[in-house]
Each structure stands twice: as C-alpha cells, then as structure tokens.
C-alpha cells in the first residue's frame, strides 16, 4: 500500500470506527518548543531504589481514560476471545507526550495474537515526514518496543508527529485490524546537560528525563535498565509504578519483551 492510500486508509479507519474508539491523534494542545535545562536537577538517584516518577509537562494531569484505539480487546478476526488487555499504545493519558531524541523509541502493548507482524507509520500534520515499515510480532503478549532507525529521517524540535500501529491480521491492512495511534513532540535539551545525561545510568536519566514531563525517554530509559537486568525486582516494581501513575494499570505488570 503506498504512501497516499494508507493515508487515506487511515482516514477512513478513523472516521469509520469514530464511535467505537478512542482516539489519541487529534489532540487540541501544543506544547510550546523550548530547551529542556536539566540543570537544577541536582537530586540525581545514584541507585537502582530511588523511584523513577512522571511530571506531566506544564499543567498536564492524566484523564480517566486510556489513550489509544482498537478492535474488540485488539483482536483480529480469527484470534481467540481475550479478557486482558487490549493494544495499547504506552504513553501517559494526558496525551502530551515529549521527547529530545531525534529518533524516539516507541512502546505498545500487543496481546496474544495470530497476526505475524504490524505496520508501524510517523507522520506530521502535513505528511511532510513520512516514515513507514513493518515489524514482527511475538509469539505472547507483553509490551514491545521500535526505536526509529538511523536510515529514518531525523523529527525536527519544535514539531509534532502522529504514529499509528497496526496489526496485520492477514497479508493486508483491513478495516477491521485492530491499531492504536499517538502523538509525540521533540523539545530541544540544553547541549551541556543533554552531553551530561550520557555518562549517567539508564535510570539515572529516567528519574531526570521523568521530572522534566519527557515521557518518551523517561520509558525508554528505565526499559533499558530493565532489559540489562530482567529479574531485578526493585527495577520491575519502578517500572510498574511509574505506568500506574500515567494511567496504564491494566499493562502495568505485563511483561517487557
């Protein structure tokens, strides 16, 4: 499916399920672009016990409801009934979710499912970056993760993109097949801190990344510690706690693959 007809897929898909689902990609507010100065974070945890928490940026709180969109629990057609959770795409409810990564990494919860991979696609309001491919699904549920490769074009700051992944229930993209999208924003991170933030651990800059309101590299960062340490039980209880207080209870404890 090239470029224009997904895009016009995609509106269809939205406008046609606009009564069943909830969407994340129309979101009214804009953060302004600025220079994150990490400087006045002189409380770095220095151990894997200190708590990793999520400042909202500005006056953001978290809804009542989960972002994201789906089918049926984020079923295909031919999957057996779920009762967990559905897809779910992992960012905070409050919709304003930032990053100072040129080339984010993206989290989504995928139940048990018979589809072999999805179609993950950034775009910008006026489909000026464009970036599409498609991505192998595991054999379990649990929550993956896609970094935006280095042949992908780099997010300019200052800009907000819209990411929607969906599954491939078949060799083709339906109008039945169960996806979820969001919006992401890059802010600009002061030069010096942002070189400073490299010679810290993962969570170190998780804790720092999460009370400066940048989810994305909040997630990923402590993803990171996680993965180098999988049965690290402080590290799981950090992880669960910091995606209940965004809103996301049902995947909290689903595992990380």
Do not use: H
Not at 24 to 39: C, E, H, N, T, Y
Not at 145 to 159: I, N, T
């Amino acid at each position: 499916m090239n470029r224009e007809k997904y895009s016009k897929f995609l509106q269809v898909l939205s406008v046609g399920l606009s009564l069943k689902l909830i969407l994340i990609g129309s979101l009214p507010m804009r953060v302004q672009a600025k220079s994150i100065d990490f400087s006045s974070d002189s409380s770095i945890p220095t151990n894997l016990s200190a708590s990793v928490t999520f400042d909202p940026p500005g006056n953001g709180k978290p809804k009542d409801t989960v972002g994201g969109a789906s089918r049926d629990a984020g079923l295909c057609p031919q999957d057996a009934v779920n009762s967990g959770p559905s897809i779910t795409p992992v960012m905070p409810t409050n919709d304003r979710a930032l990053t100072v990564a040129d080339r984010p990494t993206f989290f989504v919860y995928i139940p048990q499912t018979s589809a072999p991979k999805a179609m993950f696609v950034l775009r910008d309001d006026n489909e000026d970056y464009y970036y599409k491919t498609t991505l192998p699904i595991p054999s379990k549920a649990g929550i993956v993760s896609f970094k935006l490769p280095a042949d992908a074009p780099a997010m300019e700051s200052g800009k907000s993109y819209k990411w929607s992944f969906v599954l491939m229930c078949s060799s083709e993209i339906r109008p039945d097949s169960p996806w979820v999208e969001g919006e992401i924003q890059r802010v600009e991170a002061n030069g010096t801190e942002n070189a400073t933030l490299n010679n810290l651990s993962p969570v170190e800059r998780a804790a720092i990344y999460g009370k400066n309101g940048i989810w994305y590299d909040t997630i990923a960062s402590l993803a990171e510690q996680r993965r180098s340490q999988p049965d690290n039980l402080t590290l799981a209880t950090n992880w669960e706690n910091l995606l209940k207080s965004v809103g996301l209870d049902a995947i909290a404890n689903q595992p990380l693959l």
